[in-house]
DNA sequence: AAGATAATCAACCGCATCGAC
DNA sequence: CGTCGATGCGGTTGATTATCT
């Protein structure tokens, strides 16, 4: 069986769209009131093209209300929300978005979007921190530099107290993601329970993820701390898709108050997201580091190097390996006696509800 | 200035879905 | 219920433009 497909007719042109060509698909679709068949629409409209390349010139391009320009800072949140979400649904994205399509959304998000959420510390495609391998090893160099005062960031202003000062602010960012990494991982890997923890931290009562394993740690029982009045209505509908990951948060709310974007909940702080899974869906944690770090090809070309060899008996040794230097880099933040301070901060609000 | 490389985005391709028969 | 044609969707390609060396 099998149907042909429609632009095999010899002759059809294919390529870039000439402006008589617009200008011809416009005019028939307004003479007619619409495109009618597409199958049959290039015939009468004197078009030397297939139906679907008139449908998508049209749709993608001449349709009067497309709108056209950057896309603004709440189309980006939109999207970006939508999608931990929808996933790759660019068409029901769209919908969403007056005036841009599924393929303009799709190619930002490529794009842009992509990169600026990776730059940020996060899975694009899950929507969660990355705890691939290369982005730790940079997170680790970052607070290295950091903390030691060497950390060159090129056009950060010249003022030595601004410097410092965004230096802090960057090893601030690094040290509470760092923390986000090790609790994604010590949540993926159900080897690690609370036994077998008790020799990296002493003794249980030092073990500061005791909180967040059993769920209590006010940390992560704060309903909606960041909430900035900014969150969007999401349709009901889109939450019915079955095919929505079920712990989504979406990325959402506010990209204000810190640069790049950057804002706690993006890091998981946000809500409770931790501490159900943690309690809840076990089983289906279990299997999140795969899922975490699947990427795109090309994106992380060490992991991808290695996750594809799922049958490696290696396989584990990738993860102690991934882990080990988020605990070697946590180490050294606990043995950091400036740091000393900044972490029993965060450690307290952590258990001072537990 | 010229070539190399990266980024962007319009357009294509093939599969999925839906409705008519 | 199965088949077929039309349309929609998402991944990918490749031409063009921008930036770097």
Known sequence: MGRPPCCDEDGLKKGPWMPEEDQKLIAYISSHGGHGSWRTLPKLAGLNRCGKSCRLRWTNYLRPDIKRGEFSED???????????????????????????DNEIKNYWNTHLKKKLLRMGIDPTTHKPR?????????????????????????????????????DHASHLANIQLLQNLLQIINTKPILNMDNTDHLFGSRNLNPFEGLLNGTSSLYMNKEPFLTGQEYMIDPELLKN????????????????????FVPEILGIKNSSFSSTLNENQTENQNLLPALLSESPGTYPVNQMEISKTTDPNQSSIESASSSTIFEAWDKLMDDETSETYWKDILELTFSST
């Open 131 to 167: 705890t691939d391998l290369n982005h730790l090893m940079n997170l680790s160099q970052l607070l290295g530099a950091a903390n030691s005062g060497n950390l060159m960031i090129p056009n950060w202003g010249s003022h030595a107290l601004i410097s410092n000062l965004q230096a």
């Open 75 to 101: 189309e980006e949140r939109k999207i970006i929300n939508l999608h931990s979400i929808l996933g790759n649904k660019w068409s029901r994205i769209a919908t969403k978005l007056p005036g841009r399509t």
């Open 242 to 261: 079955p095919k929505a990951p079920n712990n989504c948060q979406g990325i959402s709310n506010s990209w204000e108050g810190a640069p790049d974007g």
